[in-house]
């Protein structure tokens, strides 16, 4: 299983290495930025599971990132700032970080909130039916779909398609598997069906189409599948 991904944004080398030292320890992946603008761009390039975001950063402060990031993602978020005031943490708090901790700290403390907001993420999603990827976000509890930051409409059948086929992606589904799946085995309509909504899927999909591919694979079906550039 691939190591979990944890993004830090600090100016402050020694304590971003400090922080990485103690993660790739306990065997996460390590990324990181030096300041806001980078930070968002790499969250977005490459999807962590979870973000330990300095306050007082360059270019853009850790409140802006924090309120970017979540416009298009639930993933955690551990704020880590020298400020201490009741005022920071509450506002952290509302922007929608999970956890908040005070310069000077002690990186063992560090790393075991991250194990629990893991955990905690973990658990409260393991029934929804999100789907968070880099510049592709699919959430089936609110009918969002997200390509690049921009929320593109979709009808019920088409969205269902996408993330039933971006849920299982490197799959080779027939079209009768994937009428069964999403409308059903009542459905009285023709085979060709898949075929209209495929080719509007390819049209919405195409600003990523280096990222993300629905492949045709003649005379068998269909399958979503994950370029390099992902």
Known sequence: MASKKILVVEDDYNIYDLISIYLKKEGYAVLGAAD???????FKEDAPDLVVLDLMLPKMDGWDVCREIKKI?????????AKGETFDKVLGLKLGADDYMVKPFDPKELIARIDAVLRRYQKGTSSTRQIILPNLVIDMERYIVKIQNDTI??????MELLYFLVKN??????????????WGYDFDGELRTIDVHIKR??????????????????????????????
């Open 36 to 42: 806001g603008e980078k930070g968002l761009a790499v």
């Open 73 to 81: 993602s639930d993933i955690p978020i551990i704020m880590l700032t």
């Open 169 to 182: 992606q490197n799959r080779v589904f027939t079209r009768e598997q994937l009428i069964e799946s999403i």
């Open 201 to 230: 899927l390819r049209e919405k999909l195409r600003p990523l189409e280096k990222q993300y591919k629905i492949k045709t694979l003649w005379g068998v079906g269909y399958k979503f599948e994950v370029g390099k550039d992902a």
């Open 153 to 158: 409409e979709l009808p019920p059948k088409e």
